[in-house]
């Protein structure tokens, strides 16, 4: 296998040192947790007396002393000044000093370097705040990994009280914003994710989850397809092997960022709506299920139309009134964990960019509370001039959800849906 790097950021309590352990433990390369490197230093400083605000000290210290890391039993021990530190930088103290030093310019600068020399040659997975962005620009794949600050202030909470800590919901809460305050608003390398990475929202996500999506990027990254996770029918074969040959061949597709697609259902797959290839393009990257198109009644039009598209169990709408069969059975194929195909246009739009949508579709994924991956189809496909496809990261609705399904929620949910559509018209470079 090639040499890889893949770089895991996000704020504090995303599970990123954890998550990136275990995926590192199952690729069989190593871990670096570049917090660990600042905790040592920011438990140095304190050690030394050196005052965390004070550049020019914190400076003089990097002369002196750096941390290092080595590796036992595949996990990673982190030494400072001759001493391995790693039981005494897990504190609550020692979070917030390593979140200040992590401010001076020189300790980053000192930082970087090390790290980039530590990823130099080998495969490693690689967790922290700027590794997308600046240690390793070039990084095989780039996960950020956040979480709500609730959530993740519920994972802090259960780490300290299983290391016997005592603290409070809400404190630990005002510790998770005060750092994500902290990290993100900092001059020099801010926390934000780089424009290339794959953002993860592991709000409602097991770990176990959390550690097999990222598994799945990777592979397919790595140029390794993922198995179907479910029986096609011999109809979608068929049509799988038609759309893979035609895309590659007489239209083709470039397709950006389809590590997406391999999420684990249910879910809604989205997508602007140009020509009736279109279920077909943005079906094939979606390697592990048969996708269950919604798609107007009018197209099953003859006996074999209606045939073919009972065989590829797409679910006949009727546009022109509340047609609550459809809704129906889109809610009985998500609640049996199967992926939805819907094009909420409603009808093909000659433009391109995503025009106004049907609100329908905010209704279902409220009402099943499954995330929204959204898809941009960047043209109509033409022969032999290649067109963009781009996927988005996915949209997740619990928190909306959790209010309630009503027409403000609903709303909501259309306007992070537009939203999620200019970002990803801006990607492509297109005018919205
Ligand atoms: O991931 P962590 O909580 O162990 O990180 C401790 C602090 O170190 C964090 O608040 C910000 C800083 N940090 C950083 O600035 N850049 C990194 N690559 C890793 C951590």
């Not at 995303?14 to 660990?36: Q, Y």
Request: hydrophobic share 45%; with cysteine; charged share 25%.
């Amino acid at each position: 296998m090639r040499v890889f790097t893949i770089a895991i950021d996000g704020p504090v309590g995303a599970g990123k040192s954890s998550v990136a352990d275990e995926v590192a433990r199952r690729l069989g390369v190593l871990h670096l947790d570049t917090g660990a490197m600042y905790r040592a230093f920011a438990w140095l400083a304190i050690q030394e007396g050196v005052s965390l605000a004070d550049e020019a000290a914190l400076e003089a210290l990097t002369k002196r002393a750096l941390p290092d890391v080595l590796y036992e039993d595949g996990h990673q021990r982190t030494l400072i000044d001759g001493r391995d530190v790693t039981g005494f930088i897990r504190t609550p103290d020692i979070s917030m000093a390593a979140s200040t030093v992590s401010k001076a310019a020189c300790v980053r600068a000192a930082m970087v370097e090390r790290q980039q020399a530590l990823a130099r040659e080998r495969s490693m997975v690689l967790d922290g705040r700027d590794i997308g962005t600046r240690v390793l620009p070039d990084a095989t794949l780039k996960i950020y990994l956040t979480a709500s600050p609730e959530a993740r202030a519920r994972r802090r909470l259960e780490d300290l009280q299983k290391s016997g800590e005592d603290a409070s919901f809400e404190a630990v809460l005002q510790d998770v914003l005060r750092r994500d305050r902290q990290d993100m608003t900092r001059e020099v390398d801010p926390l934000r994710p780089a424009p290339d990475a794959q953002v993860l929202d592991s709000s409602d996500m097991p770990f176990e989850h959390v550690v097999e999506d990222i598994l799945r990027r990777i592979h397919l990254r790595l140029g390794h397809r993922p198995r179907p996770a479910e029986a096609f029918t011999p109809m979608y074969r068929v049509a799988r092997v038609a759309a893979a040959l035609l895309f590659n061949v007489i239209t083709p597709i470039r397709y950006h960022r389809a590590e997406a697609a391999q999420m684990d259902a249910p879910y809604i797959l989205i997508a602007n709506h140009l020509t009736m290839l279109d279920p077909l393009i943005v079906a094939l990257k979606c390697y592990r299920y048969h996708v269950r198109f919604l798609g107007k009644k009018e197209l099953e039009s003859n006996r074999i139309a209606r045939w073919m598209f009972q065989k590829l169990l797409m679910i006949p709408v009727n546009r022109h009134n509340m047609d609550m069969a459809a809704m129906r059975a889109c809610l009985k194929v998500l609640k049996e964990d199967h992926v939805l195909g819907i094009f909420p246009e409603g009808t093909r739009h000659h433009e391109g960019v995503m025009q106004s949508m049907e609100t329908g579709i905010a209704m279902i994924a409220l009402r099943a509370k499954v995330p929204l991956l959204p898809a941009y189809i960047q043209g109509r496909p033409k022969a032999f001039r290649r067109i963009n496809v781009y996927f988005g990261d996915p949209i997740p609705v619990s928190e909306i959800a959790a209010k309630g399904v009503n027409k403000d929620t609903c709303a909501e949910l259309m306007q992070r849906i537009g939203q999620t559509y200019d970002a990803l018209t801006q990607m492509a470079g297109d005018p919205r």
